[in-house]
């Protein structure tokens, strides 16, 4: 069956891997963490062993059996390009996604620099199929540099999610960058987010003409402040017929 989600910009998750470890600020409070861990020592749980890494092999055909296009959310529950994920294991995850093209994947890493060498060796004459989004994740300015990374990736359409933002992020160029999702934190220790934050990256979004999603402002829960930004929802995915006619005309 597929593993559904209340994640508001995809569909289904799939998580050949899960379990990660902490990297920066935005890590401190994870939620992926918060739950895997409230099963450790339970005997026969999927998440007995808590957050520690596991590679789930079993797990690796799962998108074939998936008759219907969806937007799967790729590791919800861990960091793919984690360094104590082998390169045959992630070239296992991404046969798969090359199999089953007629969904679309949303690989999202704070591992940017990792991500960034995978692809080079995978593609070494091209980019991922555009079925494949690749996204980092930033929450402040010192993080910025994982969009750098992003920019020079081998891939066709690329993403950044802003979340849990916890600081603004200054001046960034977007140019190249197909989507953004911004987010505040959620749960009983998330730290506040604020407006004007949020309106630096959608100004910018704007000027470069990068679809934007606003996912949630969060608090004790993902839905406790909703999605409103300036009195409606920003539910905005890329146009990748427009943004890869463009890419491919320069």
């Known amino acids: 069956m597929a593993e559904l989600t209340h994640i508001e910009w995809t569909d289904s998750t799939w998580n050949p891997v899960t379990g990660c470890s902490k990297v920066t600020a935005g890590c401190d409070f994870c939620y992926a963490e918060r739950f895997s861990e409230r099963f450790r020592g339970v005997k026969g749980h999927p998440f007995e062993r808590g957050f520690d890494l596991m590679l789930r092999p079993q797990r690796l055909q799962q998108p074939l059996l998936w008759k219907q296009p969806r937007r799967i959310f790729v590791n919800s529950m861990s960091d793919l390009f984690h360094k104590d994920v082998p390169d045959n294991f992630i070239d296992a995850v991404f046969d798969t996604m090359e199999k089953a093209a007629w969904h679309t994947y949303q690989v999202l890493t704070k591992r940017s620099s990792l991500m960034g060498k995978y692809l080079k060796k995978r ?17 402040d300015r010192k993080n910025t540099v994982r969009l750098s990374h992003l920019k020079s990736a081998n891939a066709s359409v690329k993403f950044v999610s802003f979340e849990p933002l916890l600081a603004s992020v200054g001046p960034i160029s977007l140019a190249g960058i197909d989507w953004v999702i911004v987010g505040g934190e959620s749960g009983p220790r998330s730290r506040p987010i604020e407006e004007k934050w949020v309106l630096e990256i959608l100004d910018q979004c704007k000027a470069d003409k990068v679809a934007f999603f606003f996912k949630q402002w969060g608090g004790i829960r993902p839905k406790t402040g909703g999605r409103l930004l300036k009195g409606r929802e920003w539910s905005e995915y890329p146009d990748l017929t427009k943004n890869l006619a463009a890419k491919f005309a320069s």
């Open 123 to 139: 593609y070494i004459d091209g980019v991922a199929p555009s079925h494949i989004w690749l996204g980092v994740s930033i929450e």
